[in-house]
């Protein structure tokens, strides 16, 4: 199964090399909008958070107080990733339903594309997240840590993306059930706030944000890139373990679940 | 009918054994889960079967035609083919690539350049990145865009954007090529130079197989033809043959349709030019046999059975049946006195009986105004416009080009 990706690499390549050349290519700005986007959404949640509702961001790494800024980026990029290729990968299918009606090539093929140019653009944001680390003097060893987490947090997003597709393309509700419910697991992730907030609330509310597979993959990335500890090896691998596996058998349902998509669109 | 005109030991490129494709008739089944709900799943969803018990074999390097009425199944059939749907029932092994020219242009994006897609279409279709950048060339120039091949597609006018997604598909070198109702893009030229394209790429063995309503461009095209009906194969073989024996059906259904039809034309009692002292009552199209028709075909006899009443006895009229094709021009002029036929003295209810002895008009609809003039031909009795519209319709499938086909021969040397 997984050597059919391989195998395929070239068409994967040729939907992401179409989806990069288009992305922007009708507004001025063009690529500096991935930037812009994140980074005013950066500015206006790093003030109201940290002004209005006053929440303090733990300790830096280095010891050199603390940055609610910095805190939060961390949290976004790691969200951004998983959101960011979960909507992707929900409408590919349904974009490139014209297509899929009348070619007959694998399915996943324009969704991993797309995906490849989503992680350009998470790269892009993580560049900007290390310049700021960097601008902080919040360096350490840690960092190549991060490198497995996001690895895991992409092929969590992604199996659970290619599942989601299959399903849109059958329900076409399932994309705006996706959309509230996205909404509702962003407060229930620490993100916005550190996830010691959460501890001695209230029971149930603490226990979600603590089951919540994304709050692992952030708390990690916190670790790691913000307070420069090494979460246990064991962590690190589960992560890496349980992206791997849910992107693996997300596979195999999408595999399964688009034998028939020429008729389903 | 048979196969036996397959050579068993003949190589084939597509075997179709027993195929069917059921599909559920249940036009909301996707759209939302709250139907979902609120139904459940109890209702059954009907059942219909697209394609059923059909099977085909296809030799390698041959041309094959699927002809049918539309929703006879011979879209699902290539679709089943080219691996779109898999079949219900039954069984399809393809040998080679396919590549499927189902709808031109499907995989180009707007935004992209005319190059940037030649790339992409070609991997979509399957085509390695090397032979691809070795054919851009070729694509290119055969689509004859080389000015515009670094503009974005949607500045393309319909006719460049066809062009550029044929000249991708038939230089993709399938080994079996699906086309679908595709064989009229450009102009002129253009659809020449495909057609040549069509027969190089069978002469270089490779396998082509076409789903058109043009039978005319299907009988040239192809070396059998497979005509399917509800779903079902009705008959293949030779071209000629299978789209003769379809359009006597599709003629027949006609008739059977539309008896109301039936090109009979009753006169009221309007003022019409001329003297009246005879007067066209009715006028129809007959078979030989004299019995109505509603239309009739390139080829066979037919006649024109004209009605008429007389207040004295007329002298050797004149009649004169004029042919106008839809389209405005005048086909012919068809008078007695022209032909050298006098009708001597007529009076009373009487029928003229005009044969037009395998009839020379090609398919399209013709006007028949009548005017009858004495023997002179100088008095107009009556002059009727308009009288009766007919269609005649192709036997072999073939259009032709022009009004008529004159009885010509040919002789070599």
Redesign the interface.
Known sequence: MLTDLYRQR??I???A??DF??RY??SILGWAWSLIQPLAILVVFAAVFSLVFRIQAPDLGNGAGSSYAAFLFTGLVTWNLFAGLLNLSMTQLKSNG??L?????PAWAPILGASIVQLIQVLLELAVLVVMFLWLGNVGWTWVLAIPILVGTALFAQGIGLVLSIIN??????QYIVAVVLSALYFLTPVLYPITMVDGQNELLSLVVKLNPMSWYVESMHEVMYSLVAPPALVIIALLVGGFLTFWAGLAVFNRGS??I???L | MSDSSHDKGQQLAVDIKGVGKRFKRNVDRRNSIKERIVRGRSRKPEDFWAVRGVSLQIPKGSVYGLIGHNGSGKSTLLKMIGGIYRPTEGSITTDGRVASLIELGAGFHPEMTGRENISLNGSILGLPKKEIAAVTGEIIEFSGLEEFINDPVKHYSSGMYVRLGFSVAVHMKPDVLLIDEVLAVGDEEFQRKCFDHLYALRRSGRTIIVVSHGLGQLEGLCDEIAWLEHGQMQEFGAPTTTIASYLRKVNSQEAARYPEVTAVRAAGEEARPGDQTLRVRTAAIVDAAGSPLNHTETGSTFQFRIGFTTSEPVLGPNVRIALQHESGPLVTMIGNHRLGFDMGTVSGDNTFDVALVDNPLLPGRYRVHIDIFDFTGSRLLDSWNDALEFAVRSQSGEIGQGFVQLPAQFRLG
């Open positions: 070239a068409l390549g040729a939907f090399n179409r050349a288009t290519r009708s014209e297509l009606k009348k070619v007959q090539f393309a059958r329900f076409g509700d399932v034998e028939d020429g008729e389903l």
